[in-house]
């Protein structure tokens, strides 16, 4: 293989430029056509949530596919002055940051723990933590209802958070372990000989170079638990506990003549998730990504 | 059941107290252990008390009667504060409801339709025997007895109805068709409503419930009064008149009565609902209970609602001559509420219950076309819509009313039954038809 | 490294650091390093072991427990049944349907939605204007609620909806149909809101393990004479492999629990043509409140996605990436 791509330096010029000319003529026009219909097909549903939010109810009903005759401000107004919706972006972020701190947090021990440290059972307490990937939390939903209410936890943002954050923890060892064990030993070494404790080379060492992932685990939780639907379905009894999705659906289901509102609510339900995404776009695709490596 | 509890709690008692210690902010309420009803707190004395209330009121008209209902009964008794929640109905009774009842902090006041399906609320513990509390007044309300357990009062009812069809009277004279006393007329008229332009007949199927009312209309026109109640008894549809019944839904069901894309339209929500198209004039008739003259009132447009109360006809459901049932059955049910909470809840609750029952509430509620069965008989006279004094009077005569099957039966069964009725609407055959029969007992 | 860790057998090569650099401020400690290691090892996993343990398999435990009994949910748990949740659940038509739903979702998930995200990534790897944005865009749907994707697009199948109108502006009106009504296309409008909520993530995925893929390699193979479509079979698609059978693990696992848009979008209906193995779960279990065979479903759910994994193991991944989900090689 390394031959090979050393003697791609070398060889004829003229035969492969126009051979890459040939494809670049049908590929270029293929990639740019499908770099346009994805992002319409992607962005035009997103447009629409949003412009459909500055219309009336008539206007919509009259024509589903047109543009606001006339724009009207009082659909987003209503929401932003609703003090029910602030309670269900307040619930959200309440369960979205403890379940985050908690992943982290407890996440960041536990990878410590398997990827510092060789002891007997490392792998296999490893295997345990991967293997809740195979029990998703939808299928576990009921069971972890009936669990929470034999332990009172029912109707309680804590009662979403804490199982969020448990089923965010094998995601959360699959990017952080190999992570931190990719760092090397020497390091290590180096801190303990300087006098270090071990606990001061996690904390003032290890960690900070450990950042992007930790920026991407913490990410990916907020997100995850933000975008729980089912869960919260279940545990949340009072209105006032409601979680942001949760909230949404039942702002549909009551309200469900007023289109151009469910609009503008699912508009401004979209907008914390977008908000995140694109402040933090390139650590969520590279934990993505970074899942994949391993 | 003990062990595994102990196990689970060991294992959760560390992990939650780790959580705790690890978590920096907290402001949600951790520790519901006493039902304190909502989220403001209340006192333990009888002079301040907070209660919720669950109800479907989310439309006008019937959500202004419940507020001022509220403001009313707060000003004449300082110190009990209700705080209304209205959800959608299906939402309501098929997902809020049973996990409430689950929990430990369910509605202090919450809506429920009585029967088979009260019986099963009330063994969670949580539903309050206010046999005491209403004792003085409870002789008064008609049907009250759908709401007791085991002659035990555990609901009231606020509202009685009655299933019929609700028709355009101006489009039935527009196309030159008189009301159908017999299934045969009602196919006939069908195919001049059809031909004429219109959605004969519009149904709610998405909401299952309403495919319910047809199978169990035909149900109570082919079996006897006996028959019905000792198979609803049974879970078990056994008996051959109810093969009949699913027959003769299909038959009619052949004829092409309903609206196009009757599957996904909801009953109540939206101005694409079946009360929707009979207030906008696109179909011509619906089967439903009485208090679709309120629902139409709050999906249809101004233009429409003004006119609804002049065109608005009842007719009871045809008959089908030479059958084994009674031909003039009805189906029907009605709204109550149960009371959950602390001694001091449950005694508001009851009185806020009275309330509803008492002639001032009922006239209004009457009056805006949610019931045509008020409870208290007395104020009957407060019927204002036409079609809705046509439906209390045939009540009357009547020979039974016959509580909704879905409703006699305990909640599982009784959502088995629906299932499969819709199912069957969905997909007709001869295993959807037949799995009707068996659904309630399904396991 | 590899040298201490061989005479500090167990320890890890920290602990001999310690002892190493034990000079006299620490010669007078009387515990011994190997239980100042066990403690902060236990320290740091046990509070995220305990959590995830009685969160994640404390509740199958549960399930497999109430499974075998017939609860309400209200009260004390109800009669000992046996196996006959698990037996009526699989004479159950409406449970093997949705069986056969979510196979078939499960199923086109990864028969379309992979060979298109692939096909996509391929063409979207190179550079060209816009291209960052692009990215940005088309993954910004697997962020969203999915509960919010699916009211969304309630809306606009609604008869006469945006789609409705846009399908006839394109003329197209002639095949329009109740996306949301009609018994048997409702399966498949979920797939493609689905697909629209999803398929953005497979391609990023996609794009990144094809980073993966060294450029000279193809370069010198299409000098070597090798034409573009040569050159992806041969040596882009093989290279991918690793990433597109982890894309393929996680597409199968979530498609095997889809709910929220199913369940906002159709409701599992009508009838119960849309309804999924989660779907059914919650109709059946929570609706009915009949927890027993909830937990019957659940626990028969649970198995559906262990098998799988089971078998994806060992036939798929074996030989790839150390440490995630199979054993360390080498």
New interface residues.
Partial sequence: MAAIAQTGTAGPRGQSTRRRSTSRWTIMPATYLVAIVALGLTIVPLLLVVVNGFRTNADINGNAAGLPNPWVLGNYTAILKSAAFWQLIGNSALVSVVATALVLVLGTMAALALSQYEFKGREFFYNVFVAGLLFPITAAAVPVYLELQRLGLLDNQFGVAIPEAAFGLPLTMIILRPFLRAIPGELREAALVDGASRFRFFVQILLPLAKPALVTVGLLAFVTTWNQYFLPLLVLQTQSHYTLPLGTYMFQTTYSQNVAGIFAYSAMAMLPALGAFVFAERYIVAGAAGAVKG | MRSSRALAVAALAVATATAAAACSSGSGSSSPSTSTGGSSSSGSSTANVTLTWWNNGTNQPLLGVYQNAIKSFEAANPGITIQNVPIQNETLQKTKIPLALQGNNPPNIYQQWGGGVLAQQVSSGKVANITSDVSSWIGNVAGAQGWAVNGQQYGVPVDLHVVGFWYRKDIFQKVGITVPTTIAQLESDDSKLRAAGYAPIAVGSKDGWPDAFWWESFALRDCSQSTVTSDIAAKNFTDPCFTKATNDLDAFLNTNPFQAGFLGTSSQTGAGSSAGMVASGKAAMELQGDWDPSVMQGVASKADAAKLSSELGWFPFPQTPGSAGSQTAVLGGGDGFSCTGTTAQVTACAKFLQYLDSPAIQDQLVGVGQTGEPVLASQSHAITLPATQTASAYLKTAAYEQLYFDTALPTKPGLNLDAAIANYFAKPSTSTASAILSSPSAP | ?SQR?ATEA?????AA??S??AGPLRAHRRRSPKLI?RT??T???A?????????????????A??SFF?W??????GPS?GF??YS?AFH???FIHAIEHTLILTAASVVIQGPLSIA?AL??N?K?F??TF????????Y??????TG???N??L?????V???MK?LGLGGLVQ?W????SLTLWVNFVVLT?QYI??G???LL??L??V?R??K??????GA??WEVTRRITLPLLA??IR??GFITV??S?????IVW?LT?G?????SETI?VY???K???????G???AI?VV??AF??VF?LLYQRFALRR??????T??VG
């Fill in positions: 490294m860790t167990g320890l890890g090569p920290a650091d310690d190493a650099a290691k902060e090892l320290i740091l996993l509070p995220g072991l305990i959590l995830f343990v009685g969160f994640v398999f404390v509740p199958i435990i549960i399930a427990y109430y017939s309400g949910g209200y009260g004390p748990l049944v006959k949740n009526f159950d038509l409406y996509i063409l979207l190179r060209f816009g291209r692009l990215r940005m865009v088309i993954f910004a749907p962020v969203l609620p999915p509960a919010v009211i969304m697009w809306l606009m609604q008869p006469n909806g945006f409705d109108q846009v502006s109740e949301l009504a009609n018994a629209w953005g993530f391609i990023v995925l990144a393990g980073q993966g060294p000279e390699l370069e010198a193979a299409s000098i070597d034409g573009p690793p990433t982890i894309w696992i979530g095997l629990q889809i709910f929220d906002i409701g209906g009508p009838g119960e043509s989660a779960l919650y109709t279990g929570v609706q009915a409140t009949d927890y065979y909830a937990s659940a759910l649970f996605c262990f994994a790839d990436m150390q440490g995630a989900l054993r360390e």
